[in-house]
């Protein structure tokens, strides 16, 4: 029986640039996720991360390959809103208020008016963000509006979350108590999460599993098991595991980088 | 609002200060009867533009208004302001016909690269051809008295319109493309609750212009359709009499200005209403 919930099985990607060069953005990659994983996926810019996490969401075509998402194919997948989606930047539409962002999915979907009002209210208190509803995006902070991104991907209460570094461009002190939100969002929803990041830290605080990919082909280099203990907070941070986690994430992000340098 | 209206107003005072004091300098005799405080001058130069039939005073063109423009007519203001209604119907008309071909040809073009391809060459080049030569063609073909003008004031307005939708509806970010795709949202959801939201600025943008253009397109429309009851054709009639009273043509060029200023502030209040919950001021 399959129990994965992501299954991604000899992907290849290859952009075809303008005067016929070919990039490979992404080779032979194998990647089978578990309900209820937190994976985050670390790497050199120009690795391949975000272009893997939109092959799962089926939002860029794999050259060669199969991913499976819930059982089904990842278009399939997609159709069913299976997964919800979070950006770099918070992509909420300015003209809606961030109630109204929030139920966007149920819209498309033709949920009821009391269904999208009750489950909108319900992800705003969940993401903190109970009291402004009724605000538009642009009244809000950066780290505010990546909630309210968070609490839309998170509407359709889907069974797996993609997250294309959602915290890249707030500053560390909000990206710390977003690291912690979002922790504490896993936990409550059981909800399994793909998550890109640069930080190495953040990948390690966050997740049970960091894969570690390396540049120009875009591969998985390694796959390392994060055993800290659950729930996390701020005392993790503190845990001697922590840091030799930290320690064995930078090394292998050094030998995936040198993969490239030597070549 | 008070600050900018008491911009307007200087504004408008030294345009009349600049008007009146080149008359001063090198206009026609000042006599104490022609103007409202008795001065009597002799300006040191005479400029051929700056002459009373040239360069009426504006006195002379605001006390124009309330005079009958031929014998035992009614004032000309009132013959201006049903010319002006007249007139705005048809740009008004122009103007919804025109933003509605605009609008619809952005929004073929920005879901078919073909067809904008192949058809946005012929549009620019409609627009290279002069508004003057297509009228009387118009005219006769469509044999629709004002509703003729009203496409020719049309053809002037879709234009920024048709430009100003395609960008706008080519402006949401790739991510925000992206989101409704993993909503598998169809291109008409795409359409009503991304593109063309996202695209309102910019139409409104468009808008404005048209409005101006629309009013301009109805005059010269009128000019060889043998209308005679609005703007254009008081122009014409103002014209030939010019040389008896150059006040009158003055008067209606101002009337003229004035409704497409109106139209440009109805379209700014649409705007700002449209637009009031977004970020940044709506700009007139």
Not at chain 1, 209 to 227: F, K, L, T, Y
Not at chain 2, 219 to 239: C, K, M, Q
Request: charged letters at 20%; glycine letters at 8%; aromatic letters at 10%.
């Amino acid at each position: 029986m399959d129990e994965a919930i992501v299954a991604v099985k000899g992907v290849n990607k290859v952009f075809e640039g303008r005067g016929g060069q070919r990039t490979v953005a992404l080779q032979d990659i194998n990647l089978r996720i578990a309900p209820g994983e937190f994976v985050s996926i670390i790497g050199p810019s120009g690795c391949g991360k975000s272009t893997l996490l939109r092959v799962v969401g089926d939002l860029v075509e794999p050259t060669e390959g199969e991913v499976m998402v819930a059982g089904k194919s990842a278009r399939a997948a997609r159709l069913a809103q299976a997964y919800g989606i979070a950006f770099q930047a918070p992509v909420l539409y300015e003209w809606r208020t961030i109630l109204k962002n929030i139920q966007l999915p149920m819209e498309l979907r033709g949920f009821s008016k009391e269904e999208k009002e009750s489950r909108a209210r319900e992800m705003l208190a969940l993401v903190e963000l109970a009291d402004f509803g009724g605000h538009y995006p642009w009244q809000l902070s950066g780290g505010m509006q990546q909630r309210a991104a968070i609490a839309r991907a998170l509407a359709m209460r889907p069974s797996l979350l993609l997250m294309d570094e959602p915290f890249g461009a707030l500053d560390e002190m909000t990206r710390e108590r977003m690291n912690l939100a979002l922790q504490a969002i896993w936990q409550k929803t059981e909800t399994t999460v793909i998550f890109i990041t640069h930080s190495i830290a953040e990948a390690v605080f966050l997740s049970t599993r960091v894969v570690v990919m390396s540049a120009r082909p875009g591969q998985i280099m390694e796959e390392i098991g994060i055993d800290l203990p659950l729930p996390r907070d701020e005392r993790t941070h503190q845990l001697p595991r922590f840091f030799e986690l930290l320690n064995e994430v930078r090394s292998s992000l050094r030998r995936a980088e040198g993969v490239h340098d030597g070549a | 609002m008070g600050r900018q209206t008491v911009a307007l107003v200087i504004v408008l005072l030294t345009l009349v200060m600049v008007w009146e004091g080149v008359k001063w300098v090198g206009g026609d005799p000042w006599f104490a009867d022609s103007n409202p405080w008795g001065i009597e001058h002799n300006p040191p130069f005479r400029f051929k533009f700056a002459s009373n039939l040239n360069l009426p005073h504006v006195w002379d063109i605001a006390a124009a208004f309330g005079k009958a423009s031929r014998r035992n007519g009614p004032p000309l203001y009132e013959i201006l302001w049903y010319a002006s209604l007249f007139t705005f119907r048809e740009a008004v008309t122009g103007f919804v016909l025109g933003g509605v071909l605009g609008f619809g040809l952005g929004v073929v073009f920005v879901h078919s690269q073909l067809l904008e391809r192949s058809l946005m060459p012929y549009i620019v080049a409609s627009q290279t051809i002069p508004i003057l030569a297509i009228a009387p063609m118009v005219i006769i073909w469509l044999q629709a008295g004002w509703v003729s003008v009203a496409v020719i004031s049309a053809y002037l307005t879709f234009f920024p319109v048709t430009i100003n939708t395609l960008r706008g509806l080519r402006s949401p970010d790739p991510m925000a493309l992206e989101l409704m795709r993993s909503y598998a949202a169809s291109p008409w959801a795409i359409l009503w609750k991304l593109r063309l939201p996202a695209a309102l600025p910019q139409i409104f943008t468009a808008l404005k212009i048209s409005a101006t253009a629309s009013v301009v397109g109805a005059i010269i429309g009128e000019l060889p359709s043998g209308i005679r009851d609005g703007l254009g054709g008081a122009i014409l009639n103002f014209n030939s009499y010019y040389i008896s009273g150059p006040e009158r043509l003055w008067a209606t060029i101002l009337a003229s200005a004035g409704v497409g200023i109106v139209f440009y502030l109805l379209v700014v209040g649409v705007e700002w209403w449209v637009l009031r919950n977004r970020a940044g001021e709506v700009s007139a």
